[in-house]
């Protein structure tokens, strides 16, 4: 969903998903309709000595909601910066920070293979929340009981954080891959294994996790986000595991190696009709061409590009009026997952690959990296999980 950048913290920008402005009302509203239990739970648990009857007079249950969720969410992005602080430390830039429906991701534009540097990133997160658990006791400590309504709320809200960022650092510590706990198993893992198997068997791990906490959700306490989150843990770990596992197929592999070269490229020009072009592509099968204009490459016309137009009007349009010219380009020697990073970041089915003069030397396109990934796998140089002591084999185009 769409994201709005709304500060910056060490150079890393910092985000809100429309999601979050869903579920931070809502957080609100939960807190300060249960204010009466939560207190309660804060004499039991901390030996608090709140007084409920002030804390529930008028209108102060919707002020301490309110204050309670921006505490919580504020201890979520810290928890996410101290992910963000370490990896940064390590060389790994972060890409931002967002805070969405499930809470924060801190999104790292690539993920460290060393066991102990994942270790130290995924620690730091449940450490900051401890930290913030205590200095929040401690502040709730300090402050003096039954002076007055505002006091009172205070610590009342410094009570609530403790309780709630050392929950949120026992939740995250649960080996729900890729969730913090997830991550440290998955480098504890690696210490004896691949990256990939460390990886493969972290993410089953997390899955497991993940339908346990669902029906949990679901049927213990009825809790439809616990049942959310759970799915999406689930869908996270199977993503996760799955890059690994391209990347282990793909180790050595280029651009070179799986493009389609130049010579086995059908190019079109921008003087076609749009009605030529739906011919060829119905006679060659393929749904993207690249648009040759005086022997260089002018853009790029799609399948998608072609409906556009409307029937009636395919022979007055011609490519160059519906192609596209805003090349994304890549070049021989790329790394196929970077390159795969191009297509996806770019929203688009296929890369123009060119030498550094600009000359044209082949088009890849997802279908040709999917290919080689079929091919990788199904050779006998590639095991499970990327454990092979084989090479990747080098795929000839």
Partial sequence: MRRFRIGSAFGIPIQLDLTFLLVLPLFAWIIGTQIDETTKLLNNTLGAGLDPAVLTDGNLVWVLGVLAAV?????????????????????????????????????????????????????????????????????????????????????????????????????????????????????????????ARATQIAAEVGKVFAVLLGLFGLFVVGNIFLAGLAFFIYIGAAGESRQTMMRAAFEGVTVRDVMTPADHVTAVTPRQSVTELIQTMFEERHTGYPVEKDGEIVGLVTLEDARAVREVERDAYTVGDVMTTGLVTTSPETDVMDALSELQSNSVGRLIVTDEAGEFLGLLTRTDIMTALSIIKSSNAYGTAGESDSQTPRLES
């Fill in 71 to 195: 505490g919580l969410f504020t201890g979520v992005v810290l928890h996410e910066l101290g992910h963000s602080l370490v990896a940064l430390r390590y060389g790994y830039p972060i890409d931002s920070i967002t805070l969405w429906l499930f809470g924060g991701i801190a999104q790292l534009t690539e993920m460290p293979e060393d066991w102990k540097q994942e270790l130290a990133i995924a620690i730091a997160g449940p450490i900051v929340s401890v930290v913030l658990g205590v200095l929040s006791y401690v502040a709730f400590v300090v402050l003096p009981g039954a002076q007055s309504t505002a006091i009172e709320s205070a610590r009342f809200v410094f009570a609530y954080l403790a309780l709630m960022n050392v929950a949120l650092a026992i939740f995250n510590m649960l080996p729900g891959f890729p969730m913090d706990g997830g991550r440290v198993l998955r480098a504890l893992l690696a210490r004896t294994r691949s990256y």
